[in-house]
């Protein structure tokens, strides 16, 4: 009995010892004194990855957690790792929790939950794994291991080749990462390491800040790690840019140039023969081309009916479903498909017409730093034209819209896959005048307080598919009740006489229009002194279409880069027929404001018994430098300026 209870004893001692390690960091980590605004604590998080000269990658991944709080304990009662089958593979080797008693508890494996990802509109077969870790409690540490091979993408594959060669990337022989520094919670320590065959070039960057950085020369193998230490959640603000613009990452990848990837890309999609054409679409694209006028009108017939027929949507389509895009006869038939699907049915389409068209890849959303890593989400169109310059046409970003190529991606980089390569691009700013609003309003006030008046508002560009969305997005039968939900933003009391608008499917016959008559009682309030009211256009109707009245201006400056929906001119221009007044009390007045981001110039002037009101408003591209603030505030201020003093007039 003395013998078993000594060796129980050394037992627990032992095991102590193993535990020492993970055990001793999370009791070290600290606590909510030393990190007030934080829930948990990522006390280490770090990742070996070992490349094979196929460019397949093994990733032995660890990770420490310590709840702070019971908000943490909740947030961390169960971790989520999302995962493809077709193209990745992860097994979670070990997961622990170290109470904060000084007890340890290893998580049965029928805690491990496999099953499919939640999705919305694309429906590839990714899956999560899951593991449930019950209760938790202020202090309690949580230690996980895992295995990870494969690539974020999938691409082709035949499931009579050897069990890991689904996993390698789809640019063969490759190899690339992209790893975040920034998180929710404060990392005490970030390690990432990876073995590289010295057959293969390196290339990486830190980017927006600095790491400590160690190479060891392995033999047949180079060692890269990457550490930082002690880092806080990044600030947010109000309309900033993209967190992987601004925050510490790393980027890393084997391929040298971008001209290498472009010419993959070309290379990967022609021969899996994803532009061929079929008699019935050849049928289709002479149908759609018929009595088209010129090269230009060509290019948009064809890019429109993607863009309005091909409807959104993914399911797995077998072979096809990461870098090579589906046949068109595929997207043809099915008449759907993600964003690459529909810019293979353009490609296929323009070419059956006799175009040269090929397939570009873009990020929608964030930069693309200049180093060749796989940094894209979104797939487009290239057409060249007779005069040898290339188009881009997204028909993914404009059903219904009267661009060929969505300005809400302008300042976007794009790579073209090309037969002699590309490098990677910027797309223009779009000038404001693509994209104007013009809102001109004739109205009465009577002496009741009554304001009888109408009102026409055109559009084009952005503006217009931002007026143009409140039918399309809707029911036809709802139009009516849509366009009168917005007129009541005026005044809850309006009264709608009449009102027209352009057809909202109609986008290729011309930019929108919307008019209407009103009456709205009661809308100045008229004492026997004074007269009060706001003119209609300045009441910043039709906010829809300006993004910028969305913004929150009470900051004086901000530390990173901002962003607008899109570059646009707006026109306020109203007239306003008085009652009888003697003098002016209050017209709000501002001067002109110019610069680089926007401009805004307006006025009140009275003649003959008439107010009228004139504005001018440039939005001058989508994103902005942290200096251009100033002036992007100011502007947005004046128009708040004038949409909230009442014009006052003493009778």
Same mark, same amino acid.
């Given at each position: 009995?003395?013998?078993?209870?000594?060796?129980?004893?050394?037992?627990?001692?032992?095991?102590?010892?193993?535990?020492?390690?993970?055990?001793?960091?999370?009791?070290?980590?600290? @606590?909510?004194?030393?990190?007030?605004?934080?829930?948990?604590?990522?006390?280490?998080?770090?990742? @070996?990855?070992?490349?094979?000269?196929?460019?397949?990658?093994?990733?032995?991944?660890?990770?420490?957690?310590?709840?702070?709080?019971?908000?943490?304990?909740?947030?961390?009662?169960?971790?989520?790792?999302?995962?493809?089958?077709?193209?990745?593979?992860?097994?979670?080797?070990? $997961?622990?929790?170290?109470?904060?008693?000084?007890?340890?508890?290893?998580?049965?494996?029928?805690?491990?939950?496999?099953?499919?990802?939640?999705?919305?509109?694309?429906?590839?077969?990714?899956?999560?794994?899951?593991?449930?870790?019950?209760?938790?409690?202020?202090?309690?540490?949580?230690?996980?291991?895992?295995?990870?091979?494969?690539?974020?993408?999938?691409?082709?594959?035949?499931?009579?080749?050897?069990?890991?060669?689904?996993?390698?990337?789809?640019?063969?022989?490759?190899?690339?990462?992209?790893?975040?520094?920034?998180?929710?919670?404060?990392?005490?320590?970030? $390690?990432?390491?990876?073995?590289?065959?010295?057959? !293969?070039?390196?290339?990486?960057?830190?980017?927006?800040?600095?790491?400590?950085?160690?190479?060891?020369?392995?033999?047949?193998?180079?060692?890269?790690?990457?550490?930082?230490?002690?880092?806080?959640?990044?600030?947010?603000?109000?309309?900033?840019?993209?967190?992987?613009?601004?925050?510490?990452?790393?980027?890393?990848?084997? @391929?040298?140039?971008?001209?290498?990837?472009?010419?993959?890309?070309?290379?990967?999609?022609?021969?899996?023969?994803?532009?061929?054409?079929?008699?019935?679409?050849?049928? !289709?694209?002479?149908?759609?081309?018929?009595?088209?006028?010129?090269?230009?009108?060509?290019?948009?017939?064809?890019?429109?009916?993607?863009?309005?027929?091909?409807?959104?949507?993914?399911?797995?389509?077998?072979?096809?479903?990461?870098?090579?895009?589906?046949?068109?006869?595929?997207?043809?038939?099915?008449?759907?498909?993600?964003?690459?699907?529909?810019?293979?049915?353009?490609?296929?389409?323009?070419?059956?017409?006799?175009?040269?068209?090929?397939?570009?890849?873009?990020?929608?959303?964030?930069?693309?730093?200049?180093?060749?890593?796989?940094?894209?989400?979104?797939?487009?169109?290239?057409?060249?034209?007779?005069?040898?310059?290339?188009?881009?046409?997204?028909?993914?970003?404009?059903?219904?819209?009267?661009?060929?190529?969505?300005?809400?991606?302008?300042?976007?980089?794009?790579?073209?896959?090309?037969?002699?390569?590309?490098?990677?691009?910027?797309?223009?700013?779009?000038?404001?005048?693509?994209?104007?609003?013009?809102?001109?309003?004739?109205?009465?006030?009577?002496?009741?307080?009554?304001?009888?008046?109408?009102?026409?508002?055109?559009?084009?560009?952005?503006?217009?598919?931002?007026?143009?969305?409140?039918?399309?997005?809707?029911?036809?039968?709802?139009?009516?009740?849509?366009?009168?939900?917005?007129?009541?933003?005026?005044?809850?009391?309006?009264?709608?006489?009449?009102?027209?608008?352009?057809?909202?499917?109609?986008?290729?016959?011309?930019?929108?229009?919307?008019?209407?008559?009103?009456?709205?009682?009661?809308?100045?309030?008229?004492?026997? !002194?004074?007269?009060?009211?706001?003119?209609?256009?300045?009441?910043?109707?039709?906010?829809?279409?300006?993004?910028?009245?969305?913004?929150?201006?009470?900051?004086?400056?901000?530390?990173?880069?901002?962003?607008?929906?899109?570059?646009?001119?707006?026109?306020?221009?109203?007239?306003?027929?008085?009652?009888?007044?003697?003098?002016?009390?209050?017209?709000?007045?501002?001067?002109?404001?110019?610069?680089?981001?926007?401009?805004?110039?307006?006025?009140?002037?009275?003649?003959?018994?008439?107010?009228?009101?004139?504005?001018?408003?440039?939005?001058? !591209?989508?994103?902005?430098?942290?200096?251009?603030?100033?002036?992007?505030?100011?502007?947005?201020?004046?128009?708040?300026?004038?949409?909230?003093?009442?014009?006052?007039?003493?009778?």
């Amino acid at each position: 009995m003395k013998k078993l209870t000594l060796f129980f004893v050394a037992f627990i001692f032992i095991g102590m010892q193993c535990f020492a390690g993970p055990y001793d960091l999370i009791k070290k980590a600290g @606590t909510s004194k030393e990190y007030p605004t934080a829930d948990y604590l990522i006390v280490l998080d770090e990742t @070996t990855v070992d490349v094979q000269e196929t460019g397949l990658s093994y990733n032995n991944m660890h990770k420490i957690y310590k709840v702070l709080t019971v908000n943490g304990a909740k947030m961390l009662n169960h971790l989520t790792f999302d995962y493809d089958p077709l193209s990745a593979f992860i097994e979670i080797k070990e $997961v622990k929790i170290y109470r904060n008693n000084g007890s340890v508890e290893i998580i049965s494996p029928d805690k491990i939950y496999d099953y499919p990802a939640p999705a919305r509109a694309i429906y590839w077969g990714a899956r999560q794994k899951m593991v449930d870790l019950g209760r938790l409690e202020p202090g309690d540490g949580i230690e996980v291991s895992l295995f990870k091979k494969g690539f974020t993408y999938a691409l082709l594959y035949d499931e009579g080749q050897p069990d890991d060669s689904k996993y390698i990337p789809p640019m063969r022989g490759q190899f690339y990462d992209i790893i975040e520094y920034w998180y929710s919670q404060p990392v005490l320590k970030k $390690v990432y390491e990876v073995k590289v065959p010295n057959t !293969k070039e390196l290339h990486y960057k830190f980017f927006h800040d600095e790491a400590d950085i160690y190479t060891q020369n392995l033999g047949d193998k180079t060692l890269y790690r990457f550490t930082k230490e002690k880092m806080m959640p990044p600030k947010r603000e109000p309309g900033m840019v993209a967190f992987s613009d601004v925050a510490p990452k790393l980027l890393l990848t084997t @391929t040298a140039e971008w001209e290498d990837k472009s010419k993959w890309f070309f290379g990967v999609n022609e021969d899996f023969g994803s532009f061929e054409s079929t008699p019935a679409i050849d049928k !289709k694209v002479a149908e759609i081309l018929k009595g088209a006028k010129d090269e230009m009108d060509s290019i948009s017939r064809l890019n429109h009916w993607v863009a309005d027929n091909i409807r959104y949507s993914g399911i797995s389509m077998g072979e096809g479903e990461g870098y090579t895009l589906h046949t068109g006869d595929m997207t043809f038939t099915d008449r759907c498909g993600v964003c690459k699907d529909k810019a293979g049915m353009l490609i296929t389409m323009l070419r059956a017409a006799g175009f040269k068209s090929y397939a570009a890849m873009t990020m929608a959303g964030s930069r693309i730093e200049d180093i060749p890593a796989d940094q894209f989400n979104h797939s487009v169109t290239v057409v060249q034209k007779r005069s040898g310059e290339y188009m881009l046409l997204d028909p993914t970003w404009v059903p219904f819209v009267r661009e060929e190529w969505s300005s809400a991606e302008q300042q976007q980089n794009y790579l073209m896959g090309l037969p002699e390569g590309a490098d990677l691009m910027i797309t223009d700013i779009s000038a404001p005048e693509n994209h104007p609003l013009k809102i001109t309003g004739t109205s009465t006030l009577l002496d009741n307080g009554t304001l009888e008046g109408s009102i026409e508002v055109t559009a084009d560009g952005q503006t217009d598919a931002s007026l143009r969305g409140m039918f399309t997005r809707d029911l036809k039968a709802n139009w009516n009740k849509a366009l009168e939900y917005e007129l009541r933003n005026i005044s809850e009391d309006i009264e709608i006489l009449e009102m027209s608008y352009s057809d909202p499917y109609g986008h290729m016959e011309g930019p929108i229009k919307i008019t209407f008559k009103y009456r709205i009682p009661d809308y100045a309030v008229i004492t026997d !002194k004074e007269i009060i009211f706001t003119p209609v256009v300045a009441s910043n109707i039709f906010k829809r279409a300006q993004a910028h009245l969305y913004t929150n201006t009470a900051a004086e400056k901000k530390e990173f880069p901002f962003r607008d929906r899109c570059s646009r001119l707006i026109e306020l221009n109203e007239i306003i027929t008085l009652p009888a007044f003697a003098d002016v009390i209050h017209l709000t007045s501002q001067d002109d404001i110019d610069g680089s981001a926007a401009s805004f110039s307006g006025k009140y002037v009275i003649e003959n018994n008439q107010l009228k009101l004139s504005e001018k408003i440039a939005i001058k !591209k989508r994103i902005f430098e942290a200096e251009e603030w100033p002036n992007y505030k100011s502007v947005v201020e004046a128009q708040q300026k004038f949409a909230n003093e009442k014009v006052i007039l003493s009778r």
